[in-house]
DNA sequence: CGAAACAGTACCAGCATGGTCCTATATCTA
DNA sequence: TAGATATAGGACCATGCTGGTACTGTTTCG
């Protein structure tokens, strides 16, 4: 369930990977589109598509022309995954029935109760703000997750695909 | 984003409902799909659908045959937003990297630091998991949302089809 | 034995997502 | 000034998933 969308993760990966390359650089790199397209694998359009998102939410800075690219305005610590989701996925919100909905909602025997949705909402959200690029970033392989499927609740990190 | 499937959504609705009319009749009702079909109006394959996922999670106990239907097993505020959302939609996974991804994580470059997305789904699965039926069957009405569209985020109660 | 009601599966339509392309605009360099 | 570079913005299409339906089987009551 609850799948966000693979731009988000691009998103997400390449927000990590410039701040780590501005880190090494200590400096405003900046990137292009080509550059993150070697960088990640992720087709070039695609992630043109995804940085426009970005800057557009005020994530990045874009620089037009000849030495252009895309800029990082913020430290890693500094932006949370929420912003990144919503920069680009638009607004978090859980159920079908938000505002937009003319239609939806004429089921009237099964609203009423809705707006309750919003207290989910605040708690999702809430939650993913208070996750960080800088905590993405974290040593990618050094987690407390030997090679036991421990699976708490499903999902191990790579391997698990036996089954 | 994110947006969660109608089905979870109904789900929830048929929980709410069912555990509000348990109350009033204070013992184990037997719910058919036929009468919360007409109870929600939602279309009662669809109903059957879900009630049968729902079942499968062991939320309900389905009743076979003449006189059958289903009964809830646990009262509203035992039931969590998030044992719903698994019910129907599988588990809580955010990223699409999730185990069954063969191909998707070919793309080392970006993967690495995908690991990391667990923290953010636990983070999410715990403010899901705080959150129960009983949470949501609250006064449906009764909200701080006065009839102007304050739409803060989005999404009245009832009223929003004036948009 | 027949009716009622769930179980399981297969199937189809609609729609959002993901990805591509094209054109316009801004900036740097020669 | 002219050309090259690189983003901005939008349109466009294909794929896959979701939502919904139907059909058949199985269980239980009367």
Redesign the interface.
């Known amino acids: ?6 731009l ?3 998103a997400v ?1 390449m927000m ?2 410039m701040g780590q390359v501005n880190d090494l650089s200590s400096g405003d790199v900046t990137f292009t589109t080509a550059r993150l397209s070697e ?4 087709p070039q359009p695609t992630v043109a598509k995804v940085l426009k998102g970005l800057s557009r939410a005020g994530l990045l800075r874009s620089v037009r022309g000849a030495q252009g690219g895309y800029v990082v305005e913020r430290t890693a610590d500094e932006v949370s ?1 929420a912003e990144i ?2 920069a ?16 939806s ?17 605040d ?2 959200q ?3 703000g ?2 960080t690029l800088a ?4 040593t ?2 050094e ?1 407390p ?1 030997p090679d036991v499927p421990a699976r708490a ?6 391997t ?2 036996g ?1």
Chains 1, 2 share one sequence.
């Open positions: 369930m609850m799948r966000l969308s693979k988000t993760d691009y990966v990590v990977h960088d990640t694998g992720v995954i989701i919503q680009l996925d638009g607004p978090i919100a859980l159920t079908a029935c938000v505002d937009g909905a003319d239609d909602c004429n089921v009237e025997n099964l609203c009423g109760m809705r707006g309750n949705w919003n207290r989910v909402n708690a999702i809430s939650a993913l208070q996750v905590d993405m970033a974290l990618p392989m987690f997750v609740h499903g999902q191990s990190p790579s698990s695909r089954a």
